[in-house]
């Protein structure tokens, strides 16, 4: 990367992280009508986020009580779209990518949607850096939305989904994250049937939240170093789980609050089974214990014997090792009717507290790991919503 275009990239994750979106899509167009003459290598560019492009970059704000507007036009490049969503008492600010039109995404076929949640301390900008989630986006053909935390919800930027009135569904962020998801969808006509769910650390313990208390609206989850929906209530019982793993099953679903879309359909959250989940976890991770993720598991396949996503379930298990060098075991468990794949849990050896195969250029990331990016959203691939 160019060091001036390295400096463009820095001034727009610092607005990011202050949560002045629309001053740092200004920077983006200011960007995009100065292009530095040095353009990023090809593996520096599968990095990054695709904020910068030869194409339109614009604000969108979305309110909840906004009508949903038509498909925008079709796009000759991809965009990043900088917005705000109000919902539940709460305002948090987004990015949103959008890939270029194409036959697998045009006008008449709708595109599926990819929630990414960032860990603490990161931003929407890092956390598409660190992933390289709008790269694969906009080779594969899905729209990407990074919602941001504000600093004055959790002082280092951390998803509430420790605290009980942000775990239930209608209530707190998960309420506010699913009207986000919602406005997104019908604001830019994406594919209701392919919405999907992924976090890092605190992001993926939100995103197991979310999937528990909207599966009507998720269709998969995608968890990497995270902790299971009811891992914790309060502050001293998410620093046990983190430190020592969890210790009790799973919580029951929370109660529908009334009046959210689906509540109808599924009569109370958790009547519907657990939605398809793929994990990622490093067995040497010293700030979210590796037992969270086979716990992760557990819950995905119905609850079973806490602490074990239940060996006699798994129909294969494949040791192997990342063309970095990175040895990994990946198993998989088929759904309850045999007709699929319910849950995949890839333990990293050697990996830590960090995205798998991502880059160096974002936060909380292992180079050396098996791709993550690729293998969830390969996961998410296998598993639109049912419409029965």
């Not at 099953?249 to 109808?264: F, L, N, Q």
């Not at 959250?269 to 557990?298: S, Y």
């Not at 798994?314 to 990994?328: H, I, L, N």
């Not at 050697?350 to 996961?379: K, L």
Request: one cysteine or more.
């Amino acid at each position: 990367m160019s060091e001036t275009l390295h400096r463009w990239m820095k001034e727009v994750t610092r607005l990011t992280r202050a949560g002045r979106l629309a001053e740092a899509a200004q920077v983006i167009q200011q960007i995009l009508g100065h292009r530095p003459a040095a353009l990023p290598t090809a593996s520096a560019e599968r990095a990054m986020p695709k904020v910068i492009d030869d194409c339109v970059t614009d604000v969108a704000h979305t309110g909840v009580t906004a009508a949903p507007t038509a498909r925008t036009p079709a796009r000759e490049g991809d965009s990043t779209l900088a917005g705000q969503h109000g919902e539940a008492g709460l305002i948090r600010s987004y990015l949103l990518y959008l890939p270029p039109m194409t036959p697998l995404g045009s006008f008449d076929t709708p595109i599926p949607l990819l929630v990414m949640l960032h860990g603490c301390t990161q931003d929407p900008a890092d956390f598409a850096l660190g992933t390289g989630m709008s790269t694969l986006a906009r080779e594969q053909g899905f729209a990407v939305l990074y919602p941001a935390q504000a600093q004055d919800a959790n002082p280092q930027r951390c998803w509430n989904w420790f605290k009980h009135n942000h775990q239930q569904r209608g209530h707190g962020e998960a309420a506010l994250l699913a009207g986000m998801t919602r406005a997104v969808i019908a604001q830019h006509g994406l594919d209701a049937r392919r919405v999907y769910v992924a976090g890092l650390s605190a992001g993926g313990a939100m995103a197991a939240i979310l999937g528990q208390a909207y599966p009507d609206l998720y269709a998969a989850v995608g968890i990497h170093s995270g902790l299971a929906s009811g891992a914790a209530s309060d502050l001293m019982s998410a620093l046990s789980a983190m430190k020592n793993g969890p210790k009790t099953p799973t919580s029951a679903p929370s109660p529908v609050h009334r009046g959210e879309p689906g509540d109808a359909a599924i009569g109370a959250a958790g009547a519907l089974a657990p939605l398809p989940t793929i994990v990622f976890h490093g067995d040497t991770d010293e700030i979210v214990h590796p037992g969270n993720g086979a716990q992760v598991i557990a819950a995905a396949l119905g609850g079973v014997q806490h602490g074990s996503p239940g060996a006699a379930r798994a129909s294969s298990v494949e040791q192997g090792v990342s063309a970095q060098g990175r040895p990994y075991t990946r198993t998989v468990y088929a759904s309850a009717k045999g007709t699929g794949t319910q849950a995949e849990l890839w333990v990293v050896h050697g990996g830590g507290h960090a995205w798998s195969g991502g880059s160096a250029q974002g936060s909380y990331t292992d180079p050396s790991g098996p791709d993550a990016t690729r293998e969830m959203w390969r996961f998410f691939s296998d598993h639109p919503r049912s419409t029965s």
